[in-house]
């Protein structure tokens, strides 16, 4: 059940009902604590970017509380929560093999277990990537704003530190079980 969604009408993302609060800009101060911003890691809840692949895009929040996290991108929307995962698809998946053979799964929640070999699912995400960041930028804070990865290639920004996050498996009348559906058909981090 998503918490936040009594509060939200039929339709909304809850990315468009976190509240903002207000951030620091991102700095090139002469002194950040790499191993500060790394220790502080998932001690807030945040809203996260990420780009990769073939300048595909996916946009955010995590909840530091539990751990759980949405995100959606071009065609989809995809929470985590717990070992489990949801899709929603809402257009044809980028990365199809076979275009059209998700049609019946449109506007449901696809639920599966979170795979074990794509970065999106590592259970340290969105904070996986500052851990091994090859070049990181920080907010006058502190903390992460932006990393840069080369394997996988990617880049992730972090922003709106503290806003107030819920996330949580949709209902259960809207979730159906698809065995065929390939979380790879939304991108290369999935």
Not at 12 to 21: D, G, I
Not at 31 to 56: K, W
Not at 93 to 107: E, I, K, N, R, T
Request: glycine share 8%; charged share 20%.
């Amino acid at each position: 059940m998503l918490l936040a969604s009594a509060f939200a009408p039929a339709g909304c993302s809850l990315l468009e009902k976190a509240p903002v609060v207000a951030q620091p800009p991102a700095t090139t101060s002469p002194t950040p604590d790499p191993a500060q911003a790394v220790a502080r890691l998932g001690q807030e809840s945040a809203r996260f970017t990420v780009v990769f692949g073939e300048a595909e895009k996916v946009s955010g929040v995590i909840d530091q509380a539990t751990g759980n996290w949405e995100m959606t991108g071009d065609g989809y929307v995809v929470r985590r929560v717990g070992a489990d995962v949801y899709v929603k698809l809402t257009g044809e998946p980028p990365h199809s093999v076979f275009p059209g053979q998700y049609g019946d799964d449109l506007g449901k929640w696809v639920h599966l277990a979170a795979p074990s070999d794509a970065p999106a699912f590592d259970r340290d995400f969105p904070w996986a990537p500052a851990r091994k960041a090859a070049a990181a930028e920080f907010d006058v804070a502190g903390r992460f704003s932006r990393v840069t990865l080369r394997d996988p290639a990617m880049v992730v920004s972090y922003s709106h530190y503290g806003t107030v996050v819920q996330v949580a498996a949709p209902p259960a009348d809207q979730t159906i079980e698809d065995h065929l559906f390939t979380p790879g058909s939304l991108g290369s981090i999935f």
